[in-house]
């Protein structure tokens, strides 16, 4: 609902009792880096890289772009390419988080190879 203050609690309880869930961890690190708690969010990023992670290459690269790591942000989305990752093809488009990336040509590239952009 856009309520970033009241989501950060929320996420680190889900952490909390899911014993480290990945994809709660990323959505914390989405919340702090929104929340301009970009150390924070850093943090559970590299925490997630450290070790084999369930969120998939797709959502890996929406932290990555929330924190400004653009070149991370298209490596990640081009291994969700590459594995062929239905996030990609419904919210490449349309993600907001994403919107740093879209005049790179890396990114329009990666548009056109996927058929989303001719």
Known sequence: MGDLQQAIPEYKKAIEISSGFDLAAVALAHADSASGKKTEAGKILRDLQHKETSASPYTMATV?????????????????????????????????????????????????????KT
């Not at 942000?73 to 969700?80: D, I, R, Y």
């Open 64 to 116: 990555h772009a929330l924190l400004g790591e653009n070149d991370k942000a298209l490596e990640f989305l081009e291994k969700a390419c590459s594995g062929k990752s239905l996030d990609l093809t419904l919210f490449l488009q349309t993600d907001f988080v994403l919107d740093s990336l879209r005049s790179d040509p890396r990114f329009q590239g990666l548009l056109r190879r996927i058929g989303l």
